[in-house]
């Protein structure tokens, strides 16, 4: 056998043994000549047909074993796939036959599936090309530096979660299952036997086995695993086996209940559809018999036919289905989709069939977990599968919407309360204590994501070369994560830093898909504000509505009664998935996230990190997700990162997590790794040696080395290098925030300057420094850039916008820090800042009360009357004379606040820096018309009469400057207190 290889890899392998195996031959070296291999191979004149065919959990099991088998066999038939583009189903220990190549399109999580996949490939002859593309992002780029990491690794067993409340008790039933069926010496052989509660069945005998004597029979059971399962889950799994009263009173009982419940409703579901369309077709039949041939009515009638006969089928498929396969699907017994629930995708393919010369209708059912399916099965997506574009259409509301619920959702935290059917909405929010929950704005209509729909022609949907890359939709999905205080079993605070950690061993997490990733009503839901327009789907077929100002045939199934209505019958709707589970709450110090973009997404992603280096792998059983949490009850809502569990129920994995000295380990860890990682000498954000690999796709651009290494050392109170033990003064009780706090100010001005450039029309991006993130604000062709920290002549104000025109110097004024007797800084205040004045450099001041102002909601906000000086009719007559010259848009945007000249100053710079100017020299117009002359003596103390005029305080003579009550606020007699 002859081997091509290069310079190098003749020497290495000149005398070796040979490559094809069970040969006793040696390799020799000899030169390759000018009729060199792939020289004879291209002009060889030898052309084999790429006969292409999927391989995939999709594609139903009788198909796949046809192209198996002919893969094998394929030199005996021309037709026979030669190469099969498959997912991980070729893992497995399938005999595959002579399978020369294998190309993974993507590398695999673990060595394990790496050695399976690329292990198909040689087994008939010992000869094989394995051939990885790896995408070059995310947790794939530690490869390309060290791909011997993957290629020659450790094999780790695959992670086994004994501790989890669901597994253990799918567990027990399937041991109940046994122990039956091993003295009865009988069991069910169809669905429709098992899935019943009837006396005598088998779910029946398993709650009364089980309630009969529960302790003995969960001892004997909790025997077998050898001490590994925690005692505290075992008492757990005595008390929900243990009756209440009566018979069938126990958990084991209702949880059984349930899952019968949810069999029958799906058979129900079914019975019912098809019910739905026996009444629709003798219209529908109507209409075709009077209309032309191949119209849409004809196509209706058969769509719905088409239909009706799936319906039949899967009703049949279901109840004859074998009896463990029912059992498995609503939780009853364990087995390898523990992990999520499936949701399932209806597809009806229309083709004509130029035989029959009719167009005939053939349905298939795909299925995917729910965490993908949010996504890939929302309408207005496109699934890719066995060589089609499926375009989704429909989404399951079940009968008359009996899955809707309307759900009222907290603005604030990730709080939910159901209230379908005229329920009580909550007036106050019970985790955060907020009102907004109140709001009748914040109730949705709710589906959870079962069952969705298409139809498709198989023509128009087969996938050709018009189109280089899938289309991929974009959905807004929001995480919202419930946290009952009753099942939080630890809490604790690290009192210096600020952090808050709690565990519940129950928490209720939903991932809620808001509509397509387009413009839309601004909506704040759990704490996230997002632009979502919801789907808008018929309110009896769930069909997407594509056109919301008039109803067409189209937009319906055939049967809908909606269907030839004049008006529309539409919903606006939120997709849902819903996980009880265990999880770590982290509630974050205020400066960790206010005001920076990139904190978050970079910290989340160290979290990751510091998991995978403290446990000495990543434990892909568990989530990270970002949330807004109250950090105790009554407290208000913060910052947070959640750890939870994927499992059901929760695998216990996390009690550990929650210790100090555990959470300290991970922190620690994650602060060396990016504090000591090469990139930052770079010049780039972050780099495959740090966080990258940890990142979620759509925040690449957004998690930084510096912004993470910043959020650590101040989470860890700046002790990262003290040891294993924490450095944190732990707490039960919650930290103080101290609002006045100059930094505070400085992040919830960033964070509302930022929304101000995007509520005007701008564009922001942040970049990450040293001295604080720099903030650039783009409006078409303009740019500006907000700095922190910038020394201007002798003062360092905390911010200066530069851009087209002189800078704009912004201090961010706390009472508590510049007007108190403690802290009065207003004489040096003042002096600088008319230094700056002086230099032709503009001030502008911003307090708290202005940032508070300015993020009330639009339709909450005050009206902007100015401040107490401000006298419109002056104003109006001032700014038509040549010296005080000045438009009307300046004039309101002094009215409308810091943020208004803000606005102003950037969108319209030429007009604002000029006006702005004559504005202020016409503004001191406005006092001389508010009060009466007041002579003062040539000996009086010009400070006390100018403090005693300024409160409104009597001066000599019977006159006042200006009447106090009704020309200003009142003012704080030990201080003036700053207005703006």
């Given at each position: 056998t002859r081997h091509s290889a290069g310079p190098d890899s003749v020497r290495e392998l000149a005398g070796g043994p040979c490559l094809v195996g069970r040969c006793p031959g040696r390799l020799s070296a000899e030169p390759a000549g000018p009729g060199n291999f792939y020289r004879r191979m291209y002009t060889g004149g030898r052309m084999e047909r790429v006969v292409a065919k999927e391989h995939t959990s999709l594609v139903e099991a009788s198909l796949r074993r046809q192209y198996e088998s002919g893969f094998k066999n394929g030199s005996a038939d021309p037709g026979a796939p030669n190469v099969l583009v498959a997912t991980p189903t070729l893992e497995m220990g399938i005999d595959i036959g002579d399978l020369s190549a294998v190309f993974l399109a993507s590398l695999p999580r673990s060595v394990a599936s790496y050695v399976q996949r690329v292990g198909r490939a040689g087994r008939a002859n010992g000869n094989a090309l394995d051939v990885a593309l790896v995408t070059g992002r995310g947790e794939h780029l530690p490869r390309l530096n060290d791909p011997a990491s993957l290629i020659n690794g450790a094999v780790r067993p695959p992670a086994t979660y004994l501790n989890a409340v669901e597994i253990v008790r799918r567990q027990f039933i399937a041991a109940l299952a046994d122990a039956r069926a091993r003295e009865t010496g009988t069991s069910p052989s169809r669905a429709d036997e098992t899935m019943t509660l009837a006396p005598g069945g088998l779910l029946a005998d398993i709650v009364e086995r089980a309630e009969a004597d529960p302790d003995r029979l969960v001892d004997r059971f909790a025997a077998g695993f050898d001490g590994i399962l925690d005692d505290g889950l075992v008492d757990e799994l005595r008390a929900w086996a243990r009756p209440d009263g009566g018979p069938a009173t126990s958990g084991l009982a209702r949880y059984v209940e349930r899952a019968v419940d949810r069999w029958d409703a799906e058979l129900d579901d079914l019975d019912r559809r098809r019910a739905d369309i026996d009444e629709a077709l003798p219209h529908l039949h109507a209409l075709a018999a009077g209309a032309s041939e191949g119209g849409d009515e004809q196509s209706a009638v058969r769509e719905a036919e088409a239909a009706r006969r799936y319906l039949g089928r899967q009703l049949a498929e279901r109840r004859q289905a074998y009896w463990i396969q029912p059992l498995e699907l609503h939780g009853?017994?364990?087995?390898?989709?523990?992990?999520?629930?499936?949701?399932?995708l209806d597809v009806q393919i229309s083709w004509f069939d130029e035989d029959a010369h009719e167009v005939r209708n053939e349905p298939y059912t795909y299925t995917r977990g729910s965490a993908r399916a949010l996504r890939e099965f929302a309408p207005g997506a496109t699934f890719y599968v066995d060589g089609r574009r499926i375009q989704v259409d429909s989404v399951d509301l079940g009968n008359q919407g009996q899955h809707l619920r309307t759900w009222a959702l907290c603005p604030e935290c990730g709080y939910r309360e159901d209230v379908t059917g005229g329920r009580a909405q909550p007036a106050r929010c019970p985790r955060c204590a907020g009102t907004g929950i109140a709001d009748i704005g914040q109730q949705y209509q709710v589906v959870e994501l079962s069952r969705a729909s298409a139809q498709v022609s198989r023509d128009g949907s087969r996938i050709d070369d018009t189109d280089e890359e899938r289309a991929r939709a974009g959905f807004t999905v929001v995480p919202m994560a419930d946290i009952d205080p009753r099942h939080v079993?630890?809490?604790?605070?690290?009192?210096?830093?600020?952090?808050?950690?709690?565990?519940?061993?129950?928490?209720?997490?939903?991932?809620?898909?808001?509509?397509?990733?387009?413009?839309?009503?601004?909506?704040?839901?759990?704490?996230?504000?997002?632009?979502?327009?919801?789907?808008?789907?018929?309110?009896?077929?769930?069909?997407?509505?594509?056109?919301?100002?008039?109803?067409s045939a189209r937009e319906h199934h055939p049967w809908c009664r909606h269907r030839n209505d004049l008006d529309e019958h539409a919903r606006q709707i939120v997709l849902s998935r819903s996980l009880t589970t265990q999880g770590l709450l982290m509630t974050l110090p205020w400066q960790t996230a206010a005001g920076d973009l990139y904190a978050i997404p970079s910290l989340r992603a160290a979290l990751r990190l510091g998991m995978q280096r403290a446990f000495g792998g990543s434990p892909d059983h568990l989530g990270v997700a970002s949330v807004n949490a109250s950090a105790g009850p009554g407290r208000p809502v913060a910052d947070g990162l959640l750890i939870h569990d994927l499992v059901p129920g929760g695998t216990g994995y996390l009690a550990d997590v929650a210790r100090p000295d555990k959470l300290w380990q991970i922190l620690t860890q994650a602060y060396l790794a990016v504090r000591d990682c090469p990139c930052r000498d770079e010049g780039r954000?972050?780099?495959?040696?740090?966080?990258?690999?940890?990142?979620?796709?759509?925040?690449?651009?957004?998690?930084?080395?510096?912004?993470?290494?910043?959020?650590?050392?101040?989470?860890?109170?700046?002790?990262?290098?003290?040891?294993?033990?924490?450095?944190?003064?732990?707490?039960?009780?919650?930290?103080?925030?101290?609002?006045?706090?100059?930094?505070?100010?400085?992040?919830?001005?960033?964070?509302?300057?930022?929304?101000?450039?995007?509520?005007?029309?701008?564009?922001?991006?942040?970049?990450?420094?040293?001295?604080?993130?720099?903030?650039?604000?783009?409006?078409?062709?303009?740019?500006?850039?907000?700095?922190?920290?910038?020394?201007?002549?002798?003062?360092?104000?905390?911010?200066?916008?530069?851009?087209?025109?002189?800078?704009?110097?912004?201090?961010?004024?706390?009472?508590?820090?510049?007007?108190?007797?403690?802290?009065?800084?207003?004489?040096?205040?003042?002096?600088?800042?008319?230094?700056?004045?002086?230099?032709?450099?503009?001030?502008?001041?911003?307090?708290?009360?202005?940032?508070n102002a300015f993020e009330q909601p639009p339709d909450e906000r005050a009206t902007a009357e100015g401040p107490f000086w401000f006298d419109e009719r002056v104003m109006d007559g001032a700014k038509n004379l040549p010296p005080f010259t000045f438009g009307q848009g300046t004039q309101q945007a002094v009215l409308d606040g810091p943020f208004g000249i803000l606005r102003h100053w950037m969108t319209a710079p030429g007009e604002a820096q000029n006006d702005l100017e004559a504005f202020g020299s016409a503004a001191p117009m406005c006092l001389f018309t508010r009060g009466e002359p007041c002579a003062v003596g040539d000996d009086a103390a010009m400070p006390r009469v100018a403090r005693e005029l300024l409160v409104g305080a009597q001066s000599q003579g019977s006159f006042r400057w200006a009447d106090p009550d009704a020309a200003r606020p009142p003012r704080d007699p030990d201080g003036v207190r700053s207005q703006g």
């Open positions: 009853l017994l364990p087995n390898y989709t523990l992990i999520d629930d499936q949701v399932e079993t630890e809490r604790w605070y690290a009192q210096d830093v600020g952090l808050g950690v709690a565990y519940a061993q129950r928490l209720d997490l939903a991932w809620l898909n808001l509509g397509p990733r387009r413009p839309g009503p601004t909506r704040r839901i759990g704490g996230h504000r997002v632009e979502a327009p919801l789907f808008r789907v018929c309110e009896s077929c769930g069909h997407l509505d594509q056109d919301p100002n008039s109803n954000l972050a780099c495959h040696r740090c966080l990258l690999p940890f990142a979620d796709f759509q925040d690449l651009d957004l998690v930084s080395r510096t912004s993470a290494e910043r959020s650590l050392r101040e989470l860890l109170g700046g002790e990262a290098e003290t040891g294993s033990q924490p450095g944190w003064r732990i707490t039960d009780q919650p930290p103080h925030i101290d609002r006045d706090d100059e930094s505070f100010l400085e992040k919830r001005f960033r964070r509302a300057f930022t929304r101000m450039v995007e509520a005007a029309g701008g564009v922001c991006h942040e970049q990450v420094t040293g001295r604080g993130n720099i903030i650039t604000a783009g409006f078409g062709p303009l740019t500006w850039r907000l700095e922190p920290q910038v020394n201007v002549l002798d003062s360092r104000p905390d911010f200066v916008l530069r851009g087209g025109g002189p800078d704009l110097v912004i201090f961010t004024d706390g009472f508590a820090f510049h007007a108190t007797a403690d802290a009065n800084r207003l004489a040096d205040d003042a002096a600088k800042r008319q230094g700056l004045r002086e230099a032709g450099t503009p001030v502008l001041a911003v307090t708290m009360d202005d940032i």
